[in-house]
């Protein structure tokens, strides 16, 4: 394994990267009124590879849109470092999202005309700024894609294009990364290959990643898990196993079925 040989993205280990207090989303109003994210408080650290999990429907996307300022929210607070989202103008919360969120959507989102290496370097082709090439390097090295980077994203493998979506996340060195089912389109070969990438951004890059999945053995890559029901926060576990996960599951259903 290298060493750090250039700068962290992060704040320091340890404190938090970001953070909900009584976070709450509703949608809709009335009949249709649907509450979301319930008084949602959580904390994710630094350097931290964060899960998300829980039933479908629990809340899991509002949580990850509103952390990252892709959706608005109904009370409460959603902060990104010290900087609140809440009350942030159009122009500071898009240069926010472009410079210290970086998103991963299940469906990789690459532009197919453009290659891996272009890809990549494309959000910040757009804002106008140059990548720390050093960095930039390293990120390539640590996904794997140095032998890749000339291939359009229809000459990779799902593993391979969702790792150049996870280059792209990194390459602007955010101080957090969220993504929502990150694996879910991938065969679990791939989906290991993306997951350990993610868990080495974490442990050799400082970076900082939140994830939603609904695979135990996803989860395991992770320091910590995080429990959705109902949009509430139901439970917190640290440094989780696929076989407590699934336990933890099993629970969770049974409770289900007997309320
Ligand atoms: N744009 C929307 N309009 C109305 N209701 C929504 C919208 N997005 C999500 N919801 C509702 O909010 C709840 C949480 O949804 P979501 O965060 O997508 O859950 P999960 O990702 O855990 O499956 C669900 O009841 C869902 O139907
Ligand atoms: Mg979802």
Not at 29 to 58: C, N, Q, W, Y
Not at 134 to 141: G, M, N, P
Not at 154 to 166: D, E, K, P
Not at 180 to 209: C, H, I, K, M, Y
Request: include cysteine.
């Amino acid at each position: 394994m290298s060493t750090i040989a250039t700068e962290t993205p992060t704040t320091p280990t340890g404190s938090a990267a970001a953070r909900a207090t009584d976070l709450t989303k509703i949608y809709g109003e009335g009949e249709t009124k649907v509450v979301a994210l319930d008084h949602v408080s959580v904390e994710f650290r630094a350097a931290e590879f964060t899960a998300i999990m829980g039933p479908s429907g629990s809340g899991k996307s509002t949580l990850m849109h509103c952390m990252a300022g892709l959706d608005s929210i109904s009370a409460g607070s959603a902060r990104i470092g010290d900087t609140e989202l809440t009350g942030l103008k159009d122009k500071k919360l898009t240069q926010l999202r472009r410079d210290r969120i970086g998103f991963i959507f299940q469906a990789f989102n690459l532009l197919p005309t453009l290659n891996a290496l272009e890809n990549i370097r494309l959000p910040m082709d757009i804002a106008g700024r140059k990548p720390d090439p050093e960095w930039l390097d390293r990120v390539i090295e640590t996904v794997g894609l140095s032998g890749r980077l000339k291939h359009r994203p229809a000459q990779l493998s799902g593993g391979q294009q969702q790792r150049v979506a996870v280059a792209r996340a990194l390459a602007s060195k955010p101080d957090i990364i969220f993504g929502d089912e990150p694996t879910g389109n991938l065969d679990s070969r791939s989906g290991a290959e993306v997951l350990g990438f993610l868990r080495n951004s974490v442990r050799e890059l400082g970076q900082t990643v939140v994830m939603v999945t609904h695979d135990p053995v996803a989860a395991s890559y992770a320091d910590r898990v995080v429990f959705l029901a109902d949009g509430r926060i139901v439970d917190d576990m640290a440094d989780p196993t696929a076989e407590r996960v699934l336990e933890h599951m099993k629970q969770y259903d049974a409770k289900g079925r007997t309320s």
